[in-house]
């Protein structure tokens, strides 16, 4: 076991630091972001079936057009950005209100995702849903009993 050495200076959460980082780095689908706190950041769930790998992030008040999906080498971003400006006028005043919201995941692919295939991508109800499909060789082979001599 190894110490992680840490300065806690001008830190508020003194525990966010690249040790705890890299700690974290062994999950294939774990990147920095994780971490990160000036931010909107979407909970993400990710699902591992026979074919494919199903990722969810809650995103609600955003639209189709805001997201930006990629995949450049074994990296899947996505990105969502959103604002809103509104204003009323009456005859005693005028309110003016506006908002921003994005966000930026970036996530490090398996070697089991076949990046070349179509990725499906839908959005509904504030949860957007990406389908990456496994390459053939990966996919699960039924379970084989072995017997013991």
Do not use: Q
């Not at 959460?13 to 999950?27: A, E, H, I, K, T």
């Not at 990160?36 to 057009?65: L, R, T, W, Y």
């Not at 930006?68 to 080498?73: F, H, K, P, R, Y």
């Amino acid at each position: 076991m190894t110490l992680v050495k840490f300065n806690n200076r001008n830190r508020l959460f003194p525990w966010n630091n690249g040790g705890l980082r890299s700690l974290l780095n062994y999950d294939p689908f774990i990147n920095d972001d994780l971490l990160e706190d000036d931010s909107f950041m979407p909970a993400m769930n990710v699902k591992e079936h026979d074919k494919d790998f199903e990722i969810e992030f809650a995103a609600p008040g955003f639209s189709k057009k805001d997201f930006d999906v990629s995949i450049e080498g074994d990296m899947l971003h996505v990105c969502g950005e959103k604002s809103m400006e509104k204003e009323e006028k009456d005859d005693d005043y005028t309110r003016k209100e506006f908002s921003y919201n994005s966000f930026k995941r970036s996530l490090k692919l398996p070697e089991t995702v076949n990046a070349d295939k179509k990725v499906k991508a839908s959005y509904n109800d504030g949860i957007l849903k990406l389908n990456l499909l496994k390459k053939e060789e990966s996919k699960t082979m039924p379970k084989k009993k072995i017997e013991i001599l």
